[in-house]
């Protein structure tokens, strides 16, 4: 198992993000025209400085109320709804890391994937239309 430095992890775990992410908010552009939404990113703190992070999980459905908008949970799988499209697929599903000081012990496939999506962040092979 390789070890790189926090920093670097760091850096390549967050331009794997904006990849998803830059994904994500492409497709609820479509989406909305189906009165859904899919989070972007849900992050939750556990005790003991677990973090978790959730990208692309979550379903809302966007409801008119009064003057303003209410968000209803709908689930963690698409909504069936006729000829809404596949949300995008993010290579970054579950990652599990063990940081000892300054350094990252990492899965070497993991690692490949990361590098891959950082060096194509800029690139969307997903579209929606």
């Given at each position: 198992m390789p070890?790189?430095?926090?920093?670097e992890f760091k850096k390549l775990l967050s331009q794997a993000l904006d990849s998803c992410l830059r994904l994500v908010?492409?497709?609820n552009n479509v989406a909305k025209a189906f009165n859904v939404y899919l989070k972007p990113i849900h992050v939750v703190t556990?005790?003991?400085?677990k973090v978790y992070i959730y990208v692309a999980k979550?379903?809302?459905r966007i409801v008119?109320?009064?003057?303003?908008?209410?968000w209803v949970y709908i689930g963690s799988g698409k909504p069936n709804i006729p000829d809404l499209p596949e949300p995008p697929r993010c290579a970054i599903e579950r990652i599990a890391i063990t940081v000892h000081n300054n350094f990252v012990d990492i899965d070497n496939n993991l690692?490949?994937?990361?590098?891959a999506l950082a060096s194509n962040s800029s690139s969307s092979a997903d579209t929606w239309a």
């Open positions: 070890t790189i430095e926090l920093d908010y492409e497709y556990k005790k003991h400085n979550y379903w809302y008119k109320q009064g003057n303003g908008i209410k690692l490949r994937a990361l590098r």
